[in-house]
């Protein structure tokens, strides 16, 4: 899957978790907590989220800060 693919899918999940949430200047290097405005129940439910849409299960407790890393990880999870 690509980069711009699973992008688009984080959106969708971050917009159900948050649905107050705006994505129109989110990106690479937003940041999950300053700029989405993710807390640790929005961080949990976006992990979740996360291993039932792309079908994986996080490798114990990984620590994400930017949306780019979210979809570097998605992406090293998934298979073409």
């Known amino acids: 899957m690509d ?8 959106k969708e999940i971050l ?8 994505l129109s ?4 290097d937003s940041q999950l907590v300053r ?3 993710l807390d640790s129940l929005t961080i949990l439910l976006l992990s979740l989220a996360v291993e039932n849409k792309f ?6 407790n990984p620590k994400f ?3 780019g890393e979210v979809i ?6 998934t298979t073409l």
């Open 3 to 10: 980069r711009e693919k699973i992008f688009d899918e984080l």
């Open 25 to 28: 200047n989110v990106n690479d």
């Open 35 to 37: 700029d989405v405005g």
């Open 72 to 77: 570097d990880y998605i992406s090293s999870k």
């Open 15 to 22: 917009k159900l978790i948050k649905p107050s949430i705006d």
């Open 55 to 60: 079908g994986f299960k996080f490798d114990g």
């Open 65 to 67: 800060t930017t949306v």
